[in-house]
């Protein structure tokens, strides 16, 4: 309700800011008070800086209407089942929430076959691949990258049984999805493809670039 006397109300406070974590602190899921600095911290924010990748990708996989942008937009909510599995520890949660955050193994056997039927469409990998292929090649790269460091901070909270198993082996998989992803992608734009070859003797650059392709 507004004062026709005022006419520039004081606006309602918004609920994106809730001041409860200015000393440092924040809640988990299971209602814990932890410091930002811990371990579970690292592993949600990297986590969702995966999925801001995963966003700039798809704006421009969307450009190019490439087939990768559902599978993207899907990844993207997993990442958020991701999230809620970490941050509800598994040794120190209620049964109930740990039901409810649990994570399906059946996720990764999803990656993996779609690792399978885009890769079945690449050429043979015969080289290390650099980061290149055009737009949506280097941002699915990018991804790769990001969900590694993913998979390296979460591994520990996965080894002390804060984390389940399945959460690492969908990271791990991720990561090669976004590998075989950003391939398809550049094949699919008929882009270059660049890749380290070892040099020689009479060669001037390890550089060696090539249009993606089915052989």
């Given amino acids: 309700m507004t004062d026709d006397n005022n006419p520039n109300p004081k606006p309602k406070k918004s609920n994106v800011y809730t001041r409860t974590g200015d000393k440092g602190k924040s809640s988990l899921y299971n209602g814990e008070r932890r410091s930002k600095t811990d371990d579970i911290f690292n592993a949600l924010g990297t986590v969702d800086e995966l999925s801001s990748c995963i966003g700039i990708a798809n704006h421009y996989c969307k450009k190019v ?7 993207l937009v899907e990844i993207q909510c997993k990442l958020i089942e991701v999230g809620s599995n970490i941050a509800t520890p598994r040794n120190s949660s209620h049964t109930s929430k740990l039901s409810f955050t649990s994570f399906d193994e059946e996720n990764v056997n999803l990656l993996e076959a779609w690792i399978d039927n885009l890769d079945s469409q690449l050429p043979p990998l015969k080289n290390f691949i650099l980061p290149s ?7 699915l790269h990018q991804c790769r990258s990001v ?8 591994v520990p909270l996965v080894e002390a049984e804060v984390a389940e198993q ?8 991720l990561s090669d999805f976004f590998f075989v992803a950003a391939r398809y992608a550049a094949m699919f734009e008929k882009q270059i ?15 060696v670039k090539r249009e993606l392709s089915k052989q």
């Avoid at 209407?65 to 599978?71: A, C, F, I, S, V």
């Avoid at 969900?147 to 979460?154: G, S």
């Fill in 147 to 154: 969900c590694r460091r993913a998979e390296r901070v979460t």
């Fill in 65 to 71: 209407e490439n087939g990768l942008e559902d599978k």
């Fill in 193 to 207: 493809e660049n890749y380290y070859e070892q040099r020689r003797d009479d060669k001037e650059s390890n550089l």
């Fill in 133 to 139: 292929g055009g737009e949506s090649a280097v941002f």
């Fill in 166 to 173: 399945s959460v690492g082996k969908y990271l791990n998989r």
